[in-house]
């Protein structure tokens, strides 16, 4: 994209979208998102076998951090809001609910075990303390089904002699990474209506300084 005019006189929205671009000039600036540079870097990781178990997750989570930070919805923001307080939910969970259609409330717990097993040490089980419950977590390209986990069957006892597919819980790999590419064209989407509303406390000016590399043009 290029704009004929500063980065200082652009709109929220404009800004917005440069947010949601790979790559934009001003007058003044030559700015890279963050955002569009971690998608394509999930992408791309993704279809290499020996960069696909791991950096293609923690993309994701990255991404569906920083959109679960830096946006609401002005269309029935007030419900989803609401009900994402009382849930406490984390950042990439709000991501997933308010912008992709995700409302399961076992889906969005999993998800968050999961991430926190990725993220964290790059491990595939988690004990939850609160609960007391044991999580081994497999991930399959090739789910028959649509969802973005498929729960165990049974649950686990944390015994690692005791693990079966039965007490597995699968992640879709494909659908997850999908999905948050879907969500960051759906954001353009809604931000092309006005609907889209920045979530931080500064507004567009930490969008701008947190997520944009920012080249001064001579």
């Known amino acids: 994209m ?3 005019k ?3 006189e652009l709109t929220d929205s404009e800004i917005i979208n440069i947010h949601l671009s790979r790559k934009t000039l001003t007058k ?4 890279i998102s963050t955002l569009k540079t971690l998608e394509s870097e999930m992408q791309q990781s993704s279809g290499l076998d020996n960069f696909k178990s791991f950096l ?3 993309a994701a989570f990255a991404i569906l951090d920083q959109i679960g930070g830096c946006y609401k919805c002005y269309k029935n923001s007030e419900e989803k809001e609401n009900h994402a307080k009382e849930k406490k939910y984390k950042s990439f969970q709000k991501a997933l609910y308010y912008f992709g259609d995700i409302e399961d409330e076992q889906t969005l717990n999993e998800i ?3 991430r926190n097993s990725i993220v964290h040490d790059a491990c595939l089980f988690f004990f939850e303390q609160k609960k007391n419950e044991y999580y081994c977590f497999r991930y399959s390209d090739n789910n028959e089904t649509s969802n973005l986990i498929n729960s165990a069957e049974e649950k686990w006892d944390g015994n690692y002699d005791s693990i079966n597919p039965k007490n597995m819980t699968i992640v879709n790999r494909k659908l997850l990474i999908n999905k948050t ?3 960051i064209r ?3 989407k809604i931000n092309e209506s006005n609907e889209l509303k920045i979530s931080l406390p500064d ?3 930490e969008l701008i300084k947190r997520y944009f590399l920012m080249i001064p043009r001579n």
């Open 6 to 8: 500063k980065l200082s």
């Open 2 to 4: 290029l704009f004929d």
């Open 56 to 58: 293609p997750f923690l």
């Open 181 to 183: 590419s879907d969500i």
């Open 112 to 114: 968050r075990i999961f």
């Open 203 to 205: 507004k567009e000016k």
């Open 186 to 188: 759906k954001l353009s």
């Open 28 to 31: 003044d600036f030559e700015l």
